[in-house]
T-cell receptor, first 114, second 111 residues
Framework: ETGVTQSPTHLIKTRGQQVTLRCSSQ?????VSWYQQALGQGPQFIFQYYREEENGRGNFPPRFSGLQFPNYSSELNVNALELDDSALYLC?????????????FGQGTRLTVV | GDSVTQMEGPVTLSEEAFLTINCTYTATGYPSLFWYVQYPGEGLQLLLK?????DKGSNKGFEATYRKETTSFHLEKGSVQVSDSAVYFCAGKFNDYKLSFGAGTTVTVRA
């Protein structure tokens, strides 16, 4: 069974640009969550997708948007990039179920905005 | 609101020393609690979890007990190794969809 994979691993963008990050969920998982981890901080929840619908959202502006596809892979899109968007972006997949269901994380995408 | 608070580091220890990282939660209900570990340049790995009061999670010599009376989930290991050097995150799942993380504790184990 393959784990959670994210691409790209690193990228550099200029302020004002747009970026798309991708995540392939673990086999059998239908739920994908995205987190932003700023340097030296804990991950912050951005949103979650379940069966192609947004299922919950954290305190992030609308320029952070996402998609989930029929194969349960997901994209995170960020428009009008700001310097403070520089962070490690983590994707986590899980199977639907009770709150104690384990979430499996990918290696992350390191985004640098200059 | 619902949240977790963990002891901030950094923590520096010698090999075979005892490690404790404190974590407390604030919640209106009873969350599921987790400890994740992040090695340099990597994503998060689940270390252990507990889903109800008095549950003890354990893995790789690490243990944590869900204490409702003190709203705590402290991480402990009796004898650390250099390979345990990492950042440790306490997290709670207070509803169905998101994990709320502490700020992380950087642990460095010296040989």
């Amino acid at each position: 069974e393959t784990g959670v994979t994210q691409s790209p691993t690193h990228l550099i963008k200029t302020r004002g640009q747009q970026v798309t990050l991708r995540c392939s969920s673990q086999s059998g998982h239908n739920t994908v969550s995205w987190y932003q981890q700023a340097l030296g901080q804990g991950p912050q929840f951005i949103f979650q997708y379940y069966r192609e619908e947004e299922n919950g959202r954290g305190n992030f502006p609308p320029r952070f948007s996402g998609l989930q596809f029929p194969n349960y892979s997901s994209e995170l899109n960020v428009n009008a990039l700001e310097l403070d968007d520089s962070a490690l972006y983590l994707c986590a997949s899980s199977a639907s179920g009770p709150p104690n269901t384990e979430a499996f994380f990918g290696q992350g995408t390191r985004l640098t905005v200059v | 609101g619902d949240s977790v608070t963990q002891m901030e580091g950094p923590v520096t220890l010698s090999e075979e020393a005892f490690l404790t990282i404190n974590c407390t939660y604030t919640a209106t209900g009873y969350p599921s609690l987790f400890w994740y570990v992040q090695y340099p340049g990597e994503g998060l790995q689940l270390l252990l979890k507990a889903t109800k009061a008095d549950d003890k999670g354990s893995n790789k010599g690490f243990e944590a007990t869900y204490r409702k009376e003190t709203t705590s989930f402290h991480l402990e290991k009796g004898s650390v190794q250099v390979s345990d050097s990492a950042v440790y995150f306490c997290a709670g799942k207070f509803n169905d969809y998101k994990l709320s993380f502490g700020a992380g504790t950087t642990v460095t184990v010296r040989a």
